[in-house]
């Protein structure tokens, strides 16, 4: 199985600050079909998972334009240019390049 | 515009057997693969299962494979997530989802209890 390993687990961050989290999978993430199949997703508190970025950096529909993804083979990274209150929740790294799918802990984001 | 409906919550003993549905609508939901994600208590996720209603073609992640049975009825756009004897550990939410690039559209979650 892949491993993803985000870090930090835990990120106090001041309202309007960045934020940035990091996710590193144990193999390359590169499909056959050429695609990187990682992607980001944030679950508030009490609310279902809601997909952030796929593809390493493709903003999903309705993401605001704070939220960037980055990265290649290994390593990947999502970052907040400026955190909002209602940014607060857990957010997690999945791939989707190799079965069986895995996701990464989680980091909880939450404001200073 | 896509929607998900997930069926309601459940309590159910242990041994006993359990089917909760997902409905999809707003695309053809024969053409995208749909999957299935546990969340324990206070836990993060974990991929289940996937299924691709066209042909019924259907996956399972190890840790899953025997322990549930993933199903669709592309005529009424439904996804299928079943259990023949519920254990105690099974208790946790479960989401469905769409999958696209990623999991894109999720369900607002089934959460099953299981206590005797």
């Known amino acids: 199985d892949i491993v993803m390993t985000q870090t930090p687990l835990s990120s106090p961050v001041t309202l309007g600050q960045p934020a940035s989290i990091s996710c590193r999978s144990s193999q390359s993430l590169v499909h056959i079909d050429g695609n990187t199949y990682l992607s980001w997703l944030q679950q508030r508190p009490g609310q279902p998972p809601r997909l952030l970025i796929y593809k390493v950096s493709t903003r999903f529909s309705g993401v605001p334009d704070r939220f960037s993804g980055s990265g290649a083979g290994t390593d990947f990274t999502l970052r907040i240019s400026r955190v909002e209150a209602e940014d607060v929740g857990i957010y997690y790294c999945?791939?989707?390049?190799?079965?069986?799918?895995?996701f990464g802990q989680g980091t909880k984001l939450e404001i200073k | 515009e896509v929607q998900v409906a997930q069926s309601g919550a459940e309590v159910k003993k242990p041994g006993e057997s359990l089917k909760i549905s997902c409905k999809f609508t707003g695309y053809n939901f024969a053409n995208y693969w749909i999957g299935w994600v546990r969340q324990m208590p206070g836990k993060g996720l974990e991929w289940m299962g996937l299924?691709?209603?066209?042909?019924?073609?259907?996956r399972y992640s190890p840790y899953f494979q025997g322990q549930v049975t993933i199903s669709a009825d592309k005529s009424i756009s439904t996804a299928y997530l079943q259990w023949n004897s519920l254990k105690a550990s099974d208790t946790a939410m479960y989401y469905c989802?769409?999958?696209?690039?990623?999991?894109?559209?999720w369900g607002q979650g089934t959460l099953v209890t299981v206590s005797s």
């Open positions: 299924i691709y209603p066209g042909d019924s073609d259907t």
């Open positions: 999945m791939q989707a390049t190799q079965s069986p799918y895995t």
């Open positions: 989802a769409r999958l696209w690039g990623g999991f894109d559209y």
